[in-house]
């Protein structure tokens, strides 16, 4: 009788155990579910976002570019924080598994002030759209060096902060900025405004030194990747994709005229775009609402691929080219050699 007693207390213990593991689970599982924004939240913040950029003319768009606010979103924020995007295989992946060039590149085509921007530039005329991004790209450049100068010589971890409450753009604002524009001048071959870019170019080249000289390893981390203008796949989309059209037919830029990407986005107004597909119960696959947008871009450039590019542009700083680039792009000079 003794026996079956303990066994029964046994079972019930287990029981209860059992229970209280699962209702624990429960509510944690409910825990995160309920930090994570609703369908509802983010439709809601989509449309008024789409509502607001749509009254805005084109250059008041450029305008709020450097805003960070946009290139935090869309996008979903799970748990803690961390933002899942969309990889080249169509899958959900975390952006920990991105490098750091190539997350920033997704967040800018991502930004639906990017998106509006970049089309509002193809509706103009050439020369028009080459002054409009002309003029915001010395304003943003000349805003973003007061600043960097500013922090070079303090080395100041400030840099942190992402927003202003005085409405003053920051110095990761800034950044965005001069890299959206370059990517819009890029993609639309804006001619004009390649001298400019090799200016920013030479500018992030100068920046390479001077943040090494950084003592503190920390500091040194944030600056190099928190506020320099070093990019590789922004910097060599903009360089060659503002090239004249008869340079572009040198038979050394061969190779990076293979890895351009040219591919088609939805447009800002979009109930969804390629970037807002993680939501609370499932995925909502992207939907065109106007048309579709075209953007041109380098996926994948290396450092060395970088100055090899510099190199046959003939900019004074390059380095002497190497036989091979490092992300495996065959070397332009030795195409068609033995």
């Known amino acids: ?3 079956v007693h303990t066994i029964a207390m046994f079972l019930l213990v287990t029981v209860v155990l059992v229970a209280t593991v699962r209702h624990s689970q429960h509510a944690n599982a409910q825990n995160v579910l309920d930090q994570r924004p609703s369908n509802v939240v983010i439709q809601e913040r989509i449309t008024e976002q789409v509502a607001y950029l749509a009254t805005l003319s084109d250059i008041e768009t450029l305008r709020l570019l450097d805003n960070m ?3 935090r979103w869309p996008g979903a924020f799970i748990g803690a924080g961390t933002i899942f995007i969309v990889g080249p295989d169509g899958n959900l992946v975390s952006e920990s598994l991105y490098e750091e060039n190539s997350i920033e590149l997704r967040r800018i085509l991502s930004n639906r002030v990017f998106r509006k921007a970049l089309e509002d530039m193809r509706g103009l005329p050439k020369d028009q759209a080459s002054q409009l991004i002309g003029s915001e790209l010395d304003d943003a450049l000349s805003k973003y060096l007061t600043l960097y100068n500013g922090f070079i010589e303090s080395q100041s971890l400030d840099i942190g902060i992402v927003t202003r409450r005085d409405g ?8 965005k900025k001069v890299f959206s524009l370059i990517l819009i001048a890029g993609s639309l ?3 004009d405004i390649h001298g400019r870019i090799q200016r920013i170019d030479a500018i992030a080249k100068g920046q390479e030194p001077e943040i090494r000289r950084i003592e503190d390893e920390h500091t040194r981390r944030q600056f190099s990747g928190g506020i320099s203008l070093h990019n590789n796949l922004v910097l060599a989309s903009g360089l060659y994709g503002t090239l004249p059209p008869n340079l572009k037919e ?7 005229t293979d890895h351009l990407l040219s591919i088609e986005i939805v447009d ?8 807002d597909m993680l939501v609370r119960h499932g995925i909502r696959f992207a939907t065109p609402d106007r048309g579709l947008i075209g953007v041109r871009y380098f ?3 290396t450092d060395g691929d970088l100055n090899e590019l510099r190199s046959i542009l003939g900019l004074p700083y390059a380095p002497q080219p190497r036989a091979m680039g490092t992300s495996g792009l065959p070397h332009p000079r030795a195409i068609g050699s033995p």
């Open 168 to 175: 003053q753009p920051t110095i990761h604002g800034l950044r």
């Open 268 to 275: 800002f107004s979009a109930p969804a775009t390629e970037y």
């Open 1 to 3: 009788m003794r026996k």
């Open 250 to 256: 040198d038979a050394r830029l061969k190779p990076f």
């Open 189 to 191: 071959e804006l001619t």
């Open 69 to 71: 606010e946009y290139y």
């Open 299 to 301: 996926p994948r450039v």
